[in-house]
């Protein structure tokens, strides 16, 4: 059984990595930007822990040691979660007293904006589906947390079976930027109740990071 398992996994075409990792080392990359007041440590901490982190992920993935290479990357997406969680607050905290300058600001709001997205795009890449390992195992993508656009195509006539199509990292980022922009998953409904829970997560970070930049240009106005 275990071999026939395997014999199918190695004739599907594994879902490329490298789009969620350039994701992953992009919030770090944004975490330079941000004032030290707003980061727990030095700024540039997040990235060196992204990369220490990402390295035995990697590694884990490579030797095909699917536990391992979940549970780190749950830990990696929890550890980034919560830096960004840190920072939206000690910017909420500073608001009143005008610690940052308006460029600041901006620049901070849009930066803790962005991370939002790419960190709510790697938890659902992540479990949707049991994960990109085990998506990796089926011929095509008919169950998930999400409903996308693609399950609900009907096979054409005369194919021998469903549509091959798989969600891949780009249609999680589409799924998490409208839902910070639009604080709704937009064209794919959210089926699974986890999923609802992190939506409702990544909405109020947006708002949060939207309701800080309104309230201080209405202030400078």
């Not at 014999?7 to 789009?19: F, G, K, L, V």
């Not at 990235?47 to 993935?61: D, G, I, R, Y």
């Not at 589906?129 to 195992?137: D, S």
């Not at 693609?150 to 469903?162: F, Y």
């Given at each position: 059984m275990r071999s026939d398992i395997s014999?199918?996994?190695?004739?599907?075409?594994?879902?490329?990595?490298?789009?969620a990792v350039i994701g992953i080392v992009?919030?770090?990359v944004l975490y330079l930007t941000l004032p030290e007041r707003l980061t727990f440590g030095p700024n540039w901490l997040l990235?060196?822990?992204?990369?220490?982190?990402?390295?035995?992920?990697?590694?884990?993935?490579r030797l095909g040691k699917v536990r391992a290479n979940f549970v780190l990357g749950v830990i990696l997406s929890s550890v980034i979660t919560a830096a960004l969680v840190w920072s939206l607050s000690m910017l909420i905290a500073g608001l009143p007293n005008k610690r940052e300058s308006p460029v600041e600001l901006l620049r901070?709001?849009?930066?803790?904006?962005?991370?939002?997205?790419?960190v709510f795009a790697s938890w659902y890449w992540r479990l949707d589906?049991?994960?990109?390992?085990?998506?990796?195992?089926r011929e095509t993508h008919t169950d998930g947390a999400f409903l996308?656009?693609?399950?609900?195509?009907?096979?054409?006539?005369?194919?021998?079976?469903?549509?091959?199509?798989?969600?891949?990292f780009v249609d999680y980022l589409f799924l998490a930027?409208?839902?910070?922009t639009a604080f709704s998953p937009t064209d794919v409904p959210v089926l699974s109740r986890w999923a609802k829970v992190l939506m409702m997560i990544q909405s109020v970070i947006s708002l949060g990071t939207i309701a800080i930049l309104a309230a201080r240009a209405i202030n400078i106005l």
């Open positions: 014999n199918r996994a190695a004739t599907i075409q594994p879902e490329p990595r490298w789009p992009a919030i770090g990235l060196v822990v992204v990369v220490v982190l990402l390295v035995p992920t990697t590694a884990a993935h901070s709001a849009v930066a803790l904006w962005a991370s939002n997205v790419l589906a049991g994960g990109p390992n085990e998506r990796r195992l996308f656009p693609q399950m609900t195509i009907r096979p054409k006539p005369g194919s021998s079976g469903p549509s091959p199509w798989k969600p891949g930027f409208n839902t910070s």
